[in-house]
T-cell receptor, first 115, second 113 residues
Framework: NAGVTQTPKFRVLKTGQSMTLLCAQD?????MYWYRQDPGMGLRLIHY???????AKGEVPDGYNVSRLKKQNFLLGLESAAPSQTSVYFC??????????????FGPGTRLTVT | QQQVKQSPQSLIVQKGGISIINCAYE??????FPWYQQFPGKGPALLIA?????SEKKEGRFTISFNKSAKQFSLHIMDSQPGDSATYFC????????????FGTGTRLKVLA
């Protein structure tokens, strides 16, 4: 099992450019999450999904869009990147439907710089 | 009400010492409290977690103490080792529905050899 994988690992964008971050999990998890991590601010939830075809806003959704067309994949899009979106992005997943199983499994992260 | 406050921001401990990190929450609906460990360049990984029906949980050198009435919980690392040097995040969640986590702001621990 690869667990949760993220591509790309690093990316530099110019202001106004767009890009998509891909998250994939091979654990048959129902729930998936996108976080951003900034110094001194912990991890903040951007968007999440409780199943294939569903998405919902988290704590800091502005400037981002997501899609969950397949159960194993969760895509995070930046339509017009801004310097404030410079961050490390983490994807996570959890079972969601298994009682007693609450752990979120995290990917290795994508470091994004917007100049 | 959705915040989780974590302290200290950074911590330096001698090898063999005890590291203590504290967290406090407001939302009494939270019923799952995990601690995550993150090494530089890696994603966070679950270290230990507790439900509010117990006041303490121990796994090896790591212990969570939970005070439901004070709405506080803490991580104790006994016999701290240089390999424990990492950033630690507490979180709180409701163990149903969306399973969303609210994370604390993190504590950077450095254990001196």
């Amino acid at each position: 099992n690869a667990g949760v994988t993220q591509t790309p690992k690093f990316r530099v964008l110019k202001t106004g450019q767009s890009m998509t971050l891909l998250c994939a999990q091979d654990m048959n998890h129902e729930y998936m999450y996108w976080y951003r991590q900034d110094p001194g601010m912990g991890l903040r939830l951007i968007h999440y999904s409780v199943g294939e075809g569903t998405t919902a806003k988290g704590e800091v959704p502005d400037g981002y869009n997501v899609s969950r067309l397949k159960k194993q994949n969760f895509l995070l899009g930046l339509e017009s990147a801004a310097p404030s979106q410079t961050s490390v992005y983490f994807c996570a997943s959890t079972h969601g439907r298994t009682p007693g199983s609450y752990e979120q499994y995290f990917g290795p992260g994508t470091r994004l710089t917007v100049t | 009400q959705q915040q989780v406050k974590q302290s200290p921001q950074s911590l330096i401990v001698q090898k063999g010492g005890i590291s203590i990190i504290n967290c406090a929450y407001e939302n009494t609906a939270f019923d799952y409290f995990p601690w995550y460990q993150q090494f530089p360049g890696k994603g966070p990984a679950l270290l230990i977690a507790i439900r509010p029906d117990v006041s303490e949980k121990k796994e090896g050198r790591f212990t969570i103490s939970f005070n439901k009435s004070a709405k506080q919980f803490s991580l104790h690392i006994m016999d701290s080792q240089p390999g424990d040097s990492a950033t630690y995040f507490c979180a709180a969640s409701i163990a149903s529905g969306t399973y969303k986590y609210i994370f604390g702001t993190g504590t950077r621990l450095k254990v001196l050899a």
